[in-house]
DNA sequence: ACCTGAACACCGTTCAAGT
DNA sequence: ACCTGAACACCGTTCAAGT
């Protein structure tokens, strides 16, 4: 897809449907027949980067559990502009809501079980787990040295 | 200012600057005579709105610091869409990636400063800031209940 | 089924002109 | 110093028409 390029380069709303549709040799008004609007084509573009991560993320089963965060938050780094656009659109555009809401509701639930499996207390899960991804988000919309990230993490690791 | 009511009710980028004019009495082409462009009036309008806030909470001194950070965390949940609005345009406009960076170094200080009198020891001050900032912004960002709310707030206090 | 050209309503911003 | 009307370049989207 040329929007996926386009929306890394540059960004989601500096991206015109016009360059879009020269980046993929058509006319604009193509574009509308393969999607509804801008957001929907936005909501494609992230189903394919979200699946791109999650196949990385199956061949890191291995690592510690910091390290396997300090990797997320690497890949969402690298998309940095888009996540911030998601959170913004979601806010009023029910399309990108429900992506952003389905995200959510697979990552939180990955985090959990990974929480679990490191012994923390079922009682402590759902907060922790919260705690956890805002976590995530903040170390990705916010640039610190990686000693400043791992030392986030780090602490997050010791709450229980 | 009419901008800021306008921001409130419907969101930045739904404000067209037609209708701050409209608003406020005034044709479009005035406002650019008060302000470079709309990022500016937009920066004018979270300096306004901050200043209310800083007021509101010298009022609340004698408060617990997890309620003082639930009163936070209200107000800033008042004001989301412009939070997310901020974030998404730090990235690509200088202008309000200069008064995100001011914000942050005030309220991140500010914070530091209340976990020093909970007794956090100073080595763990700057993570746990960190950690804290990023908890408020999660919370702020995804509607949770307020039970669920303080139980995140109770699990950072926890930390150290 | 797939693609286009022309148009629509709107946007932020500018500029020369008025008082 | 303060405000305006008219214009500019652009935007996402639609629609009737072509193959």
Do not use: C, N
């Not at 640039?143 to 400043?148: G, K």
């Amino acid at each position: 897809m040329a929007a996926a390029d386009l929306f890394a380069a540059v960004g989601y709303e500096a991206t015109s449907m016009a360059s879009v549709a020269r980046g993929a040799g058509v006319t604009t008004t193509t574009i509308y027949w393969y999607f509804e609007d801008k957001e929907t084509l936005l909501v494609a573009v992230l189903d394919h980067l979200l699946q791109e991560t999650l196949a990385g993320l199956g061949d890191r089963d291995d690592e510690s559990p910091v390290d396997l965060l300090m990797w997320v938050v690497d890949r969402l780094t690298e998309q940095r502009r888009l996540v911030s656009t998601v959170h913004a659109l979601a806010g009023r555009s029910p399309t990108v809501a429900v992506w952003h809401d389905a995200f959510h509701e697979l990552t939180d639930a990955m985090l959990a079980e990974g929480l679990r499996q490191e012994g923390v207390p079922e009682p402590l899960v759902p907060a922790t787990t919260r705690l956890g991804v805002f976590a995530i988000e903040g170390l990705v919309m916010h640039p610190l040295s990686r000693a400043e990230q791992r030392a986030v993490l780090e602490l997050l690791s010791t709450v229980r």
